[in-house]
């Protein structure tokens, strides 16, 4: 498409319904022009995508009577039309009717706003927990339990992939968007080292902390971000229903490097991520066997995942 | 606007250069210092957002490191809201307040000299930080903490313009309070004075609250990172988050803080020029009333993704929510006040009308963002960005454009270009929605806030949004330059009357106001006053 015509599509989806037209279901990652709030891939993200737009249209409701009316009235009451001025100055009726009507508005809306946040609040039953902790300027993910079972010693730092930081510098001379990914996609800044990999069709709990300063761990396609508070433990939770890349940003300023602290998540078949993590376990009590005869022939220290 | 000098007449000797301003008690001369020293902020602060907007431009740094990026981004907002904003609101009340309510002068007039003082000296130390080794303050105008403690020294200067800020606004709340309470003319109720003057009274009570709060929490900063406490600090058994609370409890109010006395101006000029009295007065108090009351109960809003617990995020989701109640009282009204009106559309009266629409956009995205789980998405993206400046610049700034329109005639005695004072509207409002209305976009699709750069998904809103930017920025300078207008070159006389439409005891006396006015009290006769058939 060329630019002018994009900018056209733009500005008629703009026109037309702001709210369908931009949302992308499943896509893990922003595009071009986009106008609204990606639908997800987690229950929770579909839920938070229609509280979104329940709240956007009762907003668009109230504004075409607002609005409506002041359009009418700079109309119609014009001195220049020969307009005189009524002297009324009140009406208590009316004062009445435009308090309660906006809190009658207003529960309408909080209504399902409280159902989803209890929704979101529950992260019980999780089949999958993940460590995430914020580190200037890095993710670092550490896999707890998988089916009620503890994981032994998964765990990996996650930061901005190096042709991105390459690029990034200033006057670098590359070109944003000469960087793709294997699939193509323009994934300057929104890529990383090791993405964090997941099985789909689980309840995944997060559990989140940072070491450092307050990050905020946001991903869109799961609906929340979460910020990461150094001696904090926040915990959320998403389940993915569609295998996929998914991509996020460190929400909260956390220092110069706040720009390059980007999340991917790897989402999996259940079956895959169980081959995937069983080989991560195995490298790791390798690994775990090799330092301990290489240094020291007494026992190890208990590790300190 | 420093022609007074020339009506002078009632002084023996005309009193120097030091003499008038450096020592000034009079609110006039005080209320225009506010006004040009805002006016200097107002472009300080927009050549910074330049600088951000110029980065933004594309996708990769072309002109600037990260870290100064913060400093930008941490530096516009504390001049624009400590620097131009409230400085302009006290600016009009010190020039205004006293006429309207029939006063000789302000209650307190050496305090005023020194609240006003205070502020180049708090501006100069904050200023001074950006050429400092290790440079500005880069952890955002909320200076979190830990973030804000790894910062230099030059936290210390902010912390202490800071609180030079904080004595200048509660010095000025105070005699704002005085004078409206102890200097009305008789016969000048309370429920008979000026919108603008009851926003002022109320604003000036939220201060009096809150900038202490925010003392406080800037002393705590100042004392974990220079004397080894830990009130912030998780390893020392503080907790971060405590901070926020104590800021937050500060910041909300203040965002009342600056749009309140918007609010007054609004609710002055919309009658004006719809030629009809101010509909539903009485409620128009007790929404302003309440607004500031139920500002102290929503700061956690703010901080909703930072784990509170279920209970807590309900109850201020709520309070949050009921806010925009006592808000849509006075929108309705204000429509209303139009409604069978006689309406004409000079400069004053179009910046009011889009101030309504705006403002109530942004009040729109801020009903959106009071719900929880929605904010879970919204929080520290660009849709926040996008509601807050439509509530701050299409908002409070074009409410202090407005009033400046709507009263320069009176402090000036001329009249402003109204040719130039359009294009100067035009320019503004529709530069404004291309710069701020694409970042509701840019927020939606996932584009966190504070950052210098992006993936390329991001890269067409923001570069519409720079182009509206450098363009809002631009028309400012028709607004100083018909400011300049009207003080030196313009020759059209301006009436005390100025408006068709305008009521009140400031439209009494000529223009420009005389320097001193109400010597002795006026007598209000019957139909001076915009407000005096409320009773019933
Ligand atoms: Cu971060
Ligand atoms: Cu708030």
């Given at each position: 498409?060329?630019?002018?015509?994009?900018?056209?599509?733009?500005?008629?989806?703009?026109?037309?319904?702001?709210?369908?037209?931009?949302?992308?279901?499943a896509v893990g990652h922003p595009v071009p022009w986009q106008l609204n709030m990606?639908?997800?891939?987690?229950?929770?993200?579909?839920?938070?995508?229609?509280?979104?737009?329940?709240?956007?249209?009762?907003?668009?409701?109230?504004?075409?009577?607002?609005?409506?009316?002041?359009?009418?009235?700079?109309?119609?009451?014009?001195?220049?039309?020969?307009?005189?001025?009524?002297?009324?100055?009140?009406?208590?009726?009316?004062?009445?009717?435009?308090?309660?009507?906006?809190?009658?508005?207003?529960?309408?809306?909080?209504?399902?706003?409280?159902?989803?946040?209890?929704?979101?609040?529950?992260?019980?039953?999780?089949?999958?927990?993940?460590?995430?902790?914020?580190?200037?300027?890095?993710?670092?993910?550490?896999?707890?339990?998988?089916?009620?079972?503890?994981?032994?010693?998964?765990?990996?730092?996650?930061?901005?992939?190096?042709?991105?930081?390459?690029?990034?510098?200033?006057?670098?001379?590359?070109?944003?968007?000469?960087?793709?990914?294997?699939?193509?996609?323009?994934?300057?800044?929104?890529?990383?080292?090791?993405?964090?990999?997941?099985?789909?069709?689980?309840?995944?709990?997060?559990?989140?902390?940072?070491?450092?300063?307050?990050?905020?761990?946001?991903?869109?396609?799961?609906?929340?971000?979460?910020?990461?508070?150094?001696?904090?433990?926040?915990?959320?939770?998403?389940?993915?229903?569609?295998?996929?890349?998914?991509?996020?940003?460190?929400?909260?300023?956390?220092?110069?490097?706040?720009?390059?602290?980007?999340?991917?998540?790897?989402?999996?078949?259940?079956?895959?991520?169980?081959?995937?993590?069983?080989?991560?376990?195995?490298?790791?009590?390798?690994?775990?066997?090799?330092?301990?005869?290489?240094?020291?022939?007494?026992?190890?220290?208990?590790?300190?995942? | 606007?420093?022609?007074?000098?020339?009506?002078?007449?009632?002084?023996?000797?005309?009193?120097?250069?030091?003499?008038?301003?450096?020592?000034?008690t009079n609110h006039k001369d005080i209320g225009t210092m506010y006004l040009v020293?805002?006016?200097?902020?107002?472009?300080?602060?927009?050549?910074?957002?330049?600088?951000?907007?110029?980065?933004?431009?594309?996708?990769?740094?072309?002109?600037?490191?990260?870290?100064?990026?913060?400093?930008?981004?941490?530096?516009?907002?504390?001049?624009?809201?400590?620097?131009?904003?409230?400085?302009?609101?006290?600016?009009?009340?010190?020039?205004?307040?006293?006429?309207?309510?029939?006063?000789?002068?302000?209650?307190?007039?050496?305090?005023?000299?020194?609240?006003?003082?205070?502020?180049?000296?708090?501006?100069?130390?904050?200023?001074?930080?950006?050429?400092?080794?290790?440079?500005?303050?880069?952890?955002?105008?909320?200076?979190?903490?830990?973030?804000?403690?790894?910062?230099?020294?030059?936290?210390?200067?902010?912390?202490?313009?800071?609180?030079?800020?904080?004595?200048?606004?509660?010095?000025?709340?105070?005699?704002?309070?005085?004078?409206?309470?102890?200097?009305?003319?008789?016969?000048?109720?309370?429920?008979?004075?000026?919108?603008?003057?009851?926003?002022?009274?109320?604003?000036?009570?939220?201060?009096?609250?809150?900038?202490?709060?925010?003392?406080?929490?800037?002393?705590?900063?100042?004392?974990?990172?220079?004397?080894?406490?830990?009130?912030?600090?998780?390893?020392?058994?503080?907790?971060?988050?405590?901070?926020?609370?104590?800021?937050?409890?500060?910041?909300?109010?203040?965002?009342?803080?600056?749009?309140?006395?918007?609010?007054?101006?609004?609710?002055?000029?919309?009658?004006?020029?719809?030629?009809?009295?101010?509909?539903?007065?009485?409620?128009?108090?007790?929404?302003?009333?309440?607004?500031?009351?139920?500002?102290?109960?929503?700061?956690?809003?703010?901080?909703?993704?930072?784990?509170?617990?279920?209970?807590?995020?309900?109850?201020?989701?709520?309070?949050?929510?009921?806010?925009?109640?006592?808000?849509?009282?006075?929108?309705?009204?204000?429509?209303?006040?139009?409604?069978?009106?006689?309406?004409?559309?000079?400069?004053?009266?179009?910046?009011?009308?889009?101030?309504?629409?705006?403002?109530?956009?942004?009040?729109?995205?801020?009903?959106?963002?009071?719900?929880?789980?929605?904010?879970?998405?919204?929080?520290?993206?660009?849709?926040?960005?996008?509601?807050?400046?439509?509530?701050?610049?299409?908002?409070?700034?074009?409410?202090?454009?407005?009033?400046?329109?709507?009263?320069?005639?009176?402090?000036?005695?001329?009249?402003?270009?109204?040719?130039?004072?359009?294009?100067?509207?035009?320019?503004?409002?529709?530069?404004?929605?291309?710069?701020?209305?694409?970042?509701?976009?840019?927020?939606?699709?996932?584009?966190?806030?504070?950052?210098?750069?992006?993936?390329?998904?991001?890269?067409?809103?923001?570069?519409?949004?720079?182009?509206?930017?450098?363009?809002?920025?631009?028309?400012?300078?028709?607004?100083?330059?018909?400011?300049?207008?009207?003080?030196?070159?313009?020759?059209?006389?301006?009436?005390?009357?100025?408006?068709?439409?305008?009521?009140?005891?400031?439209?009494?006396?000529?223009?420009?106001?005389?320097?001193?006015?109400?010597?002795?009290?006026?007598?209000?006769?019957?139909?001076?006053?915009?407000?005096?058939?409320?009773?019933?």
């Amino acid at each position: 498409m060329s630019w002018t015509a994009r900018i056209g599509a733009a500005l008629a989806l703009a026109a037309g319904s702001a709210a369908a037209a931009g949302a992308t279901a499943a896509v893990g990652h922003p595009v071009p022009w986009q106008l609204n709030m990606t639908e997800g891939a987690s229950p929770l993200s579909h839920q938070v995508y229609d509280l979104h737009m329940y709240a956007f249209w009762v907003c668009v409701g109230i504004g075409i009577v607002v609005f409506g009316a002041m359009i009418v009235a700079m109309m119609r009451f014009r001195k220049s039309r020969g307009a005189v001025a009524e002297t009324w100055t009140h009406n208590t009726r009316l004062e009445v009717i435009w308090t309660v009507v906006p809190v009658l508005i207003l529960i309408a809306l909080a209504l399902p706003a409280t159902r989803i946040l209890i929704n979101e609040s529950n992260t019980g039953d999780a089949g999958l927990t993940v460590k995430v902790t914020g580190f200037q300027w890095k993710w670092r993910y550490d896999y707890v339990d998988y089916q009620g079972r503890p994981v032994s010693r998964v765990g990996f730092i996650s930061k901005l992939a190096f042709n991105s930081d390459e690029a990034r510098q200033l006057d670098s001379g590359i070109n944003p968007r000469s960087l793709k990914s294997k699939t193509g996609y323009d994934d300057y800044l929104l890529n990383v080292n090791h993405a964090l990999v997941v099985p789909t069709h689980t309840k995944i709990r997060f559990v989140i902390t940072a070491d450092d300063v307050i990050h905020g761990w946001w991903v869109p396609a799961l609906g929340w971000q979460a910020d990461a508070v150094p001696g904090l433990i926040h915990d959320m939770w998403g389940e993915i229903d569609t295998p996929g890349t998914y991509r996020g940003q460190c929400a909260q300023l956390c220092g110069q490097d706040h720009a390059y602290m980007p999340i991917v998540i790897k989402a999996v078949s259940p079956a895959a991520f169980q081959g995937w993590l069983a080989a991560q376990e195995s490298r790791a009590r390798l690994d775990t066997i090799a330092r301990t005869v290489q240094v020291t022939p007494v026992p190890a220290p208990a590790p300190q995942g | 606007m420093a022609t007074h000098a020339g009506t002078h007449d009632d002084h023996d000797a005309k009193p120097g250069f030091a003499q008038r301003w450096l020592f000034a008690t009079n609110h006039k001369d005080i209320g225009t210092m506010y006004l040009v020293f805002s006016l200097i902020m107002f472009f300080i602060g927009g050549s910074m957002a330049m600088i951000i907007r110029a980065e933004l431009f594309e996708p990769g740094l072309q002109l600037v490191q990260p870290y100064f990026f913060n400093e930008m981004t941490t530096m516009h907002a504390l001049i624009m809201i400590f620097g131009a904003v409230m400085p302009a609101f006290v600016g009009l009340a010190n020039w205004m307040v006293p006429l309207m309510v029939g006063a000789p002068d302000m209650a307190l007039p050496r305090m005023n000299n020194w609240s006003f003082w205070i502020l180049p000296f708090a501006f100069v130390l904050l200023l001074s930080t950006l050429f400092m080794p290790g440079g500005a303050p880069a952890a955002g105008w909320v200076m979190y903490p830990p973030l804000v403690l790894q910062g230099g020294d030059s936290i210390a200067f902010m912390i202490f313009a800071i609180h030079l800020m904080g004595i200048s606004s509660i010095m000025g709340a105070i005699n704002i309070i005085a004078t409206i309470l102890n200097l009305r003319a008789p016969g000048m109720d309370l429920l008979k004075m000026p919108l603008f003057v009851w926003t002022w009274l109320i604003t000036a009570f939220l201060l009096i609250a809150v900038m202490p709060v925010l003392a406080g929490a800037v002393t705590m900063l100042l004392t974990d990172k220079f004397f080894g406490t830990s009130f912030f600090n998780a390893a020392g058994g503080g907790d971060p988050l405590l901070y926020q609370h104590i800021f937050w409890f500060f910041g909300h109010p203040e965002v009342y803080i600056m749009i309140l006395p918007a609010f007054g101006i609004i609710s002055e000029i919309i009658p004006t020029f719809s030629r009809k009295p101010l509909f539903g007065y009485k409620p128009m108090v007790y929404a302003t009333a309440s607004i500031a009351f139920l500002s102290f109960t929503v700061w956690a809003h703010h901080m909703f993704t930072v784990g509170l617990p279920l209970g807590g995020l309900l109850f201020f989701m709520y309070a949050t929510m009921l806010i925009s109640v006592p808000t849509g009282v006075k929108v309705f009204n204000w429509v209303t006040t139009m409604w069978k009106g006689s309406l004409t559309f000079e400069t004053p009266m179009l910046f009011a009308v889009a101030f309504v629409i705006l403002f109530t956009i942004g009040g729109f995205s801020g009903v959106m963002l009071a719900l929880v789980p929605a904010d879970f998405q919204y929080h520290n993206t660009y849709f926040v960005v996008a509601h807050f400046h439509y509530v701050l610049v299409s908002g409070a700034v074009f409410g202090i454009m407005a009033g400046t329109y709507y009263w320069i005639p009176k402090w000036t005695g001329h009249m402003y270009s109204e040719r130039w004072g359009k294009i100067h509207f035009w320019n503004s409002v529709i530069a404004v929605n291309v710069l701020f209305f694409p970042q509701h976009f840019l927020g939606l699709a996932g584009m966190p806030r504070r950052i210098p750069d992006y993936n390329v998904a991001f890269a067409d809103w923001n570069m519409v949004s720079s182009i509206g930017g450098f363009w809002f920025g631009l028309s400012q300078l028709i607004f100083v330059g018909n400011i300049i207008y009207t003080v030196y070159f313009a020759r059209q006389k301006a009436s005390a009357r100025v408006w068709e439409g305008a009521r009140g005891l400031e439209w009494t006396v000529p223009s420009p106001a005389p320097h001193h006015t109400f010597e002795v009290p006026p007598v209000i006769l019957p139909g001076m006053l915009a407000h005096d058939d409320v009773s019933h």
